[in-house]
């Protein structure tokens, strides 16, 4: 019997990829807000890593992503139509994504190449793509996850599971591919630093409970 509580092996799986590209969206995210700090300072950003960011939303999230959950939000429209409305436009949101992607993507070249653009207009627009991803993660995880777990079968995730896209991650499979280098350093680099703040703020505690 189905049910709520009920977890299937390939439900469980697929949230879990799902919520892992999720993170690894806000590792890009995290990227662009540090480049944008560079411009805001008036330094010169690394072209080099915004692009391959540009190209990773293009490539990977529009491609990958992005119809993994538009499948479930399909089957969840017929399993639970109230449930679905509180999760809203899925597609359209996607599309909006995809939209802002683009904008994102001309502005940057329009920087890089000198073109005159204002200042504040560019961090808007930088500012824009990175708020607008992270409320729409938020969204999913609040209500799109939940709602589809609790509502879609055993024979539904069997059937997203059998149209999950064979596509590798370009940057997070491991591998990695080698234009993506930079910004894979960038990241890595981002970790180890977050890591020895960790640590240090762990041991500043320690220290402080032992006076």
Known sequence: MG?????YPAMT???????????????????????????????????EVLQAVIDYFKEYPASCHHPKEDMIFEILK???????DTVGDLEGEHQEEADRLRRLAWTIENVRTGRDMLRETV??????FIDHERRHIEMEERALFPAASKALQSADW????????????????GAGEQRFHALRQQILQWEREN?????????????????
């Not at 069997?158 to 499979?173: K, V």
């Open 3 to 7: 049910g709520p509580s009920v977890r």
């Open 13 to 47: 799986r697929i949230i879990e990829i799902l919520r892992e590209e999720h993170r690894n969206i806000e590792k890009l995210l995290l990227v662009l807000e540090q480049e944008l700090g560079v411009f805001n300072r008036r330094e010169r950003p690394d072209y």
């Open 78 to 84: 017929a399993r639970d139509p109230a449930a679905a």
């Open 123 to 128: 961090a808007a627009i930088v500012r824009d």
């Open 158 to 173: 069997a059937q997203i599971d059998a149209h999950l896209s064979n596509q590798h991650d370009p940057l997070f499979n």
């Open 195 to 211: 890591e020895d703040d960790r640590i240090k703020s762990l041991a500043d505690a320690r220290a402080g409970q032992s006076l």
